[in-house]
């Protein structure tokens, strides 16, 4: 969230990096545009996808860009952190709040290292991971017509075997 505006994005890499202080790592694709409201607010939102997540999420959060829409104005399975900024509730098991300390710039990426600051279980479902990328069939399908391409703005086999969905804040 910067000012009134809320965005949010699909990554593929989000790690923890240390136990305590809590700190995990997320890397951005620089064309983004949570990647520049992150480096402008300092802040975010994860929301760790389920294997089971429905692919109108990967559809809103991965495929169109947030320069030109406005990704939550439609989007009722969402609420706000403590920090003010939404989290997605729809086909998630958990979310975490971070406070960026450390940028690191990785050319067409940055890896931000954050502190957490908050962290909450929604549901029991099982997270999803790389490996399972192939075995949903939506994104089996639209990965061999869409792999890599630059109109969505995001490398979008990227977008295939992600975890997360991101919203920024300020």
Known sequence: REGDK???????????????????????????????MMMRTGKFNASMISIDTAFDVFEKFGFV??????KFAEWKEAERSENGIYYVTKGVNSYLSGEIFQTVDLGTH???????TAMESISEETPHQRRHRSSHPALR??????????KARVCLECAFTAQLQITTGH
């Open 6 to 36: 809320d965005n949010g994005c699909i990554v593929n890499t989000l790690q923890q990096v240390t136990v305590d202080p809590c700190v995990v790592s997320v890397t951005v694709n620089k064309s983004n545009y949570t990647h520049d």
């Open 110 to 116: 940055t890896m931000f290292l954050a502190k957490v």
């Open 141 to 150: 399908r639209r990965t061999a017509v869409h792999t890599h391409s630059l």
């Open 65 to 70: 860009s947030g320069r030109e829409v406005d």
